[in-house]
């Protein structure tokens, strides 16, 4: 889509304009041409063995089309990436869960700073447009200020939201609002969670508690736990995400700020390495500034 475009506008000019330079300085496929390749893509944050490995790949099936000019050079490393994307897991990526009947429980996790409020508060106001009934949880108590923050967007969005006072229990948090949730007949309820990954087993127990209180209510809540990452933070993105798989069943992915980022390699990374489908990405600070990911125009997109 449009918008999808014009906010990678500026990760394009990064990873994008790095790969178009790449090509319009190609005369060859030799063996400088991937150099350049490995280096572009070591660059961009796709990981230095994917690179690596990407490199090698591609030096084959270069090779076995025998493709020979820029165009055609060009179309086997754009068909690669979105190969690499589809093969990784191949549910339908962007899809979110919802409940067959009853609330749909999403729980949002991810570090302090990555934009977690931010994409509750774009998604909120997505599914309210849609014609559904929102709630909000304001279940992470322990950031300052979080719990306000999430009240302004429910306020915006003009949903509902459950909230307690600073260092409440997050777990009373989400046994109110889920109770509200299956009483009023909300259709989708998003429970925005404290991420501490400096303690891991803390983190651990707490979301366990959260998903207890949960099944109780619900018996196939959550239906998704989506991790928010901030796409400026490149490989340090990638390892918060395998803390957070080591620590929850996380179903997906939100990568915040791909519109300020050098290193939208970190698309195929997680893809690659984590298995996990990247389901929305945000583009912005504004309300519809968050777009349903989708790898064949991200990687079309590059290459413009
Ligand atoms: P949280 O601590 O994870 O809840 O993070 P916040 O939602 O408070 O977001 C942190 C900062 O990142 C805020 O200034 C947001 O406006 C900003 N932010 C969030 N998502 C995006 C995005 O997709 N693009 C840009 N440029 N900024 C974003």
């Known amino acids: 889509s449009n918008k999808f ?27 400088d041409f991937f150099d350049d390749l ?20 591609l030096r084959e099936e270069v090779k076995l089309q ?36 009853g609330p749909t429980v999403i729980l949002f996790v991810g570090v302090n700073g990555v934009g977690k409020t931010t994409t509750i508060g774009k998604m909120a106001d997505k599914y309210k447009k849609d014609g559904k009934k929102v709630l909000l949880a304001a ?26 006072p600073e260092k409440s229990d997050p777990s009373a948090v989400v ?10 007949d909300y259709d989708v309820l998003f429970v925005d969670t404290a991420g501490r990954l400096q303690n891991k087993v803390n983190l651990m127990n707490e979301l366990s508690k959260m998903k207890k209180v949960l099944t109780r209510e619900i018996p196939e809540a959550p239906h998704e736990v989506l991790l928010v990452l901030d796409a400026t933070t490149g490989q340090n993105a990638l390892n918060q ?17 791909l519109d300020g980022t050098a290193k939208g390699g970190i698309v195929l990374a997680i893809r690659n390495e984590l298995h996990l489908p990247v389901k ?20 079309y997109g590059l290459f413009k």
């Open 175 to 184: 046994y109110e609002a889920v109770h509200k949730a299956k009483e009023e």
């Open 280 to 299: 929305y990405v945000g583009l912005g600070e504004k309300v519809s500034d968050l777009s349903k990911f989708d790898a064949n125009d991200y990687v």
């Open 5 to 31: 475009e014009k906010g990678l506008s500026k990760s394009r000019s990064t990873f994008g304009e790095k790969l178009n330079r790449l090509f319009a300085n190609f005369r060859s496929v030799d063996e």
């Open 139 to 164: 279940a992470d108590t322990f950031r300052a200020g979080a719990i306000e923050q999430l009240d302004e967007w429910a306020k915006r969005d003009q949903v509902d939201i459950v909230k307690k």
């Open 66 to 101: 025998n493709a020979k000019n820029r165009e055609d050079v060009q179309n086997v490393i754009i068909q690669k990436m979105i190969d690499i994307y589809d093969q990784a897991g191949n549910d339908e990526s962007t899809k979110i869960n919802m409940a067959e009947n």
């Open 38 to 57: 490995e280096d572009t893509l070591i660059e961009s944050d796709v990981g230095f063995d994917m690179a690596v490995n990407l490199t090698d790949q």
């Open 241 to 257: 995400a395998k803390l957070f798989k080591e620590t929850t069943d996380v179903t997906g992915i939100i990568l915040t700020k």
